[in-house]
């Protein structure tokens, strides 16, 4: 059973391959340096932007970029294709911004941006000094990087896909080729069958987990372990057994190899997607946040997130890998229902 999941390459690339490549794309995508400037053109002379104190004037220099344009005209046309993020102008004592609804977030960013130092402008050219000031600090290490975040959604997606696909891929794989028919006839025990396929997917999803951290630890991604890391093996271990137990699901009721592996990606992408395994859902809509507490992929991700990332000991992983073999034992017996020995 381990050589045949080895000569599977379709199975091998869904498996270690294909999360492993999001891994080091997204890894790098995020860690490669601080945010992108965003480029503002300055229509004319701009001197709310000369009065700000040199502190405030470095700080606007690190958040956007200006560059002269020759005419208001120029400025605007340039923010409507997309290359620049706003335009601006001083008419007398009022700074018009000029931004572009097509892209909301550099909209909201630059508006934010000067709107914070028109206000610094305006208190020193008052003499008065502040009542309040404002500090920011960050509360983990300065030397944290965005992998931190990236590696636990994506290995807690790649174990969820290798096992789903191992799971189902077998079991529709083996009913088109009668090696079920075969298997029922012959002096074995079905349970044995069965307990030989979940030691394959639990080798083969901590081989997952090895290559994963591995990878994301090396220099060009920096992940650094924190808190009680070592208990990510046994929550992968409990993931493991919940998504093969939808892999034997889907392979019950999927009839052939191509509606198999499209159920399998229509079930694992989008729950990655509700679970936070790409994207935080912080701030997604309420129903949305109630929908991902129902998706086992949600306490693998966040599981992984406590122990890996957040510093936080043995116990937060108690509860993620009771329901994660919660959702594995009641999805294994649903698929014993369903489950067929011979193509209908």
Same mark, same amino acid.
């Given at each position: 059973?381990?050589?045949?999941?080895?000569?599977?390459?379709l199975?091998?690339?869904?498996?270690i391959?294909?999360?492993?490549?999001?891994?080091?794309v997204?890894?790098?995508?995020?860690?490669?340096?601080?945010?992108?400037?965003?480029?503002?053109?300055e229509?004319?002379?701009?001197?709310v932007?000369?009065?700000?104190?040199?502190?405030?004037?470095?700080g606007?220099?690190?958040?956007?970029?200006i560059?002269?344009a020759?005419?208001?005209?120029?400025?605007?046309?340039?923010?409507?294709?997309?290359d620049?993020?706003?335009?601006?102008?001083?008419?007398?004592?009022?700074?018009?911004?000029?931004?572009s609804?097509?892209?909301?977030?550099?909209?909201?960013?630059?508006?934010?941006?000067?709107?914070?130092?028109?206000?610094?402008?305006?208190?020193?050219?008052?003499?008065?000094?502040?009542?309040?000031?404002?500090?920011?600090?960050?509360?983990?290490?300065?030397?944290?990087?965005?992998?931190?975040?990236?590696?636990?959604?994506?290995?807690?997606?790649?174990?969820?896909?290798?096992?789903?696909?191992?799971?189902?891929?077998?079991?529709?794989?083996?009913?088109?080729?009668?090696?079920?028919?075969?298997?029922?006839?012959?002096?074995?025990?079905?349970s044995? !069958?069965?307990?030989?396929?979940?030691?394959?997917?639990?080798?083969?999803?901590?081989?997952?987990?090895?290559?994963?951290?591995?990878?994301? !630890?090396?220099?060009?991604?920096g992940?650094?372990l924190?808190?009680?890391?070592?208990?990510?093996?046994?929550?992968?271990?409990?993931?493991?057994?919940?998504?093969?137990?939808?892999?034997?699901? !889907?392979?019950a009721?999927?009839?052939?190899?191509?509606?198999?592996?499209?159920?399998?990606?229509?079930?694992?992408?989008?729950?990655?997607?509700?679970?936070?395994?790409?994207?935080?859902?912080?701030t997604?809509?309420?129903?949305?946040?109630?929908?991902?507490k129902a998706?086992?992929?949600?306490?693998?991700?966040?599981?992984?997130?406590?122990?890996? !990332?957040?510093?936080?000991?043995?116990t937060?992983?108690?509860?993620p890998?009771?329901?994660?073999?919660?959702?594995?034992?009641v999805?294994?017996a649903?698929?014993?229902?369903?489950?067929?020995?011979?193509?209908?």
């Open positions: 059973m381990v050589k045949g999941f080895f000569r599977d390459r199975s091998l690339f869904f498996s391959v294909f999360p492993l490549f999001f891994i080091i997204f890894g790098a995508v995020f860690t490669g340096g601080g945010a992108a400037r965003v480029t503002v053109l229509v004319g002379n701009v001197a932007v000369d009065a700000l104190p040199a502190s405030a004037r470095t606007l220099d690190e958040a956007v970029e560059r002269g020759a005419s208001i005209d120029d400025a605007l046309t340039a923010v409507r294709r997309g620049a993020g706003a335009a601006m102008e001083q008419r007398g004592q009022e700074l018009v911004l000029y931004f609804s097509a892209d909301p977030v550099t909209a909201a960013t630059v508006q934010g941006i000067f709107a914070g130092f028109v206000d610094q402008v305006n208190i020193v050219t008052s003499g008065i000094p502040p009542t309040y000031t404002l500090t920011s600090r960050q509360v983990e290490d300065d030397a944290l990087q965005p992998i931190q975040f990236v590696a636990p959604g994506m290995i807690a997606y790649g174990v969820a896909v290798g096992a789903t696909f191992g799971a189902a891929m077998m079991l529709i794989t083996w009913r088109e080729k009668r090696v079920l028919r075969r298997l029922r006839l012959a002096p074995i025990r079905t044995t !069958v069965v307990a030989a396929r979940v030691v394959v997917s639990l080798t083969v999803a901590l081989v997952q987990l090895a290559i994963y951290v591995g990878v994301s !630890v090396l220099p060009f991604l992940l650094r924190s808190g009680a890391w070592y208990m990510a093996v046994p929550l992968v271990l409990a993931g493991t057994l919940a998504f093969l137990s939808i892999g034997l699901l !889907v392979g009721v999927a009839k052939t190899s191509e509606g198999g592996a499209g159920l399998v990606n229509l079930i694992t992408l989008p729950m990655a997607f509700l679970s936070g395994a790409f994207l935080p859902i912080d997604a809509p309420g129903w949305l946040t109630v929908l991902s998706l086992p992929m949600g306490y693998l991700v966040e599981g992984m997130k406590d122990v890996m !990332v957040r510093g936080e000991g043995p937060a992983a108690l509860l890998i009771a329901i994660l073999l919660g959702f594995a034992a999805l294994t649903l698929a014993t229902r369903v489950f067929r020995w011979d193509a209908a």
